[in-house]
């Protein structure tokens, strides 16, 4: 069946230069005005190595679900019909565009807000308040942009001062003369070690990518679970827009996908994920596919708290790891994509990070990364079973301190792996009490195809294994009780779950 819109989308114009516009010229390699199967293998393949031409029956669906006209190909009106939040012009001149939230902090999280514009305006300027009626505070901040790609436009970023706990604030992006946004709202963390709310809710997941094929709607998943069970933050661990797609919008052949990313693929997914990002702190993990051009999209579009950060100019000094206090739980991102062995920079400050961890204030500690250290997935099997590099190197310090889940993705599928050491498993079942090792659970759901290709048998510490699209949702309930759900995005209900109690 075709996607549900709420309503028509007006049809592109004859000369159409946006950015949706153009992704679609870059996949319609033969400029017949429609995407044929072969096409979109192609351009899948150049997205991710086989991504295509490994789901050629997925792709039959996916372009089932996107024809609106009932043409043997896609055609720009299905484009348009299918992704209407993403089908106009973005950051045209001065009027502010993909806004999103993060924080810049570790311990105190302070809220940080980005958007960007076309072209420069005479200020940065963030109007807020804790009315939507009554916006009468002032935030000024500073922009920066790169040109990576060939990317133009202007990065705003202004960091709010500290502002009062577990309190609703909503704020306006823009300038007098350049125009504003519309009014956003988010909801400030409660101090470390209180809960604010019960429970405190984190939407976690890796791989999305944008139009095509499916992180749209694993974005419009969480926007309307959002309403129900809202969200205290976002969790992207890891490859992020998908923009790793080495072609032009015209009909030269598609070249290896190590030569660089197409940066308008960027501006549609930060719009698409604009009505999450801009209410919610969506903070942002580093994956395979953020590498190109020496991660200048990822650095210049994001922010996250120190020591995380670097110039694309100067790669060696850059930092890709941080941690966060949210409530009753410490997250800390790693960087599985740089060093990581004893005596790295990284290592040692990932030891340095566990011992960090007030236990008492914040007693679950959560690890996340982009690429997993169990996995029964036979693609890149050899990186990812007991004795491989990763898991020898950094399962004894997740062991020495305590860690109670490492979350990932990179394997584009769900798996929820036993509590384990050294591929020994510690407990089994939905109820992990005081079990002695991490949870791992493999997030990789979030819109890019599934993997299907599973190891036969199915290894004791895999629990439950599934190629569905979707994404994590984890509840903090207090001190002893972590819930966490895989919501499946054709359902939208859990398809797995379990609770770890201490």
Known sequence: ???????????????CNTQICRLFRIMDRDGSGFIESPELIQYLDAVNSHMGSDHVDGIADLMKALDQDGNPGLSLQDFFIAFPRISGSLAEGTSPDMV?????????????????????????TVKYGTSAISLDQRLFGDTHTYHAGGWKGIIHEATFPPLIPNTKYYYQVGDEFGGWSAVFAFTTPPPAGTIGKNPQVFGIFGDMGTAIPLGYKVCEQMEADNKNTPFDALLHVGDIAYASVAMTDTASPIKDNGDGEVELIWDLWEKQVEPLAANIPYIT????????????AYFNRFRNPAPWGGDPAHLDDAVFWFGLDYGLAHFTFMSTEHPYYPGSVQYAWLEQEFASVNRTRTPWLILTGHRPMYSSDTNEKDQHWPGAVFQTMIEPLMIKYNVDMYVCGHMHMYERVNPVINGTVKETGNIYRNPGAPVHVVQGTSGVFEDMKFVEPQPAWSAVRTGKLGYGRMHVHNTSHLFYEFMYMQTNRAEDSFWIVK
């Open 1 to 15: 069946a075709a996607l549900a819109v709420a309503a028509p989308a007006p049809a592109p114009p004859a000369q």
């Open 100 to 124: 999103h939230l993060s924080f810049n902090n570790e311990w105190t999280p302070n809220v940080v807000v980005m958007w960007v514009t076309g072209d420069p305006t005479a200020t940065t």
């Open 285 to 296: 993990g580093v994956g395979n596919h953020e590498r190109f051009y020496n991660f200048s």
